[in-house]
Structures are given as C-alpha cells and as structure tokens.
Nanobody, 118 residues
C-alpha cells in the first residue's frame, strides 16, 4: 500500500519559517522525482516545487522561488520543504507525491495545513 504522510504544518506569523516533511512508503522512493503541491481555500491545486530522484536538481514555482527549498533524504524515504519568509498567500494545504514515467506514485495523502497570519 502506497502511503504519503505529510507533517510539519501549523500556524506561523508572516516572515516566519516552517519545515514540512513527507514520509513515503509502499513504492520505490529512490526511483521517483518528488513534488510538493498546495491548495488554498477556493483554489485549485498549485504546483510548488520538485526535486529529482537523486536530489541533484530542483525547480520551484516563481511564487516561492528564493523562499522555499525542497530536498530529500532517500535513506529515510522522506522529502522536505523548507519554507522561509512566509506570506499570508502561502496559506494552503500542502501535499506531496512522486512522479516517474508520467505516473504518480499513488493516492494523495491527507496533506498538512499551513496558515500564515498575524
């Protein structure tokens, strides 16, 4: 059974930081690029960032570039999203998943809520 368990969200003030974690199991983690996406209230899914299967390259959306960093620890089957200089518009539920050969690794998890507010 594929499992994707996001954690690390919470309430933070503007300008603050959070580190999200995504613990993966049930598939060959090392063979998948991993991504973070988010969904704000009343909005569709928005792609945030992706890291290559070996952690050697990353790409991020313009809206988070320079503030968020994606990285992975393959030995732990975990991908992270370090979020700095958070803004209210970053408020959303954050999800992770893998992608290889055009196919996602499995069903989406519950996500983790990030709320940025004074």
């Amino acid at each position: 059974e594929v499992q994707l368990v996001e954690s690390g969200g919470g309430l933070v003030q503007p300008g603050g930081s959070l580190r999200l974690s995504c613990a993966a199991s049930g598939f060959s983690f090392v063979d998948y690029a991993m991504s973070w996406v988010r969904q704000a209230p009343g909005k569709g899914l928005e792609w945030v960032s992706t890291v290559a299967y070996d952690g050697g390259s990353t790409v991020s959306a313009d809206s988070v570039k320079g503030r968020f960093t994606i990285f992975r620890e393959n030995a732990k089957n975990t991908v992270y999203l370090q979020m700095n200089s958070l803004k209210p518009e970053d408020t959303a539920v954050y999800y992770c998943n893998g992608l290889a050969r055009g196919v996602v690794a499995g069903p989406w998890g519950q996500g983790t809520q990030v709320t940025v507010s004074s």
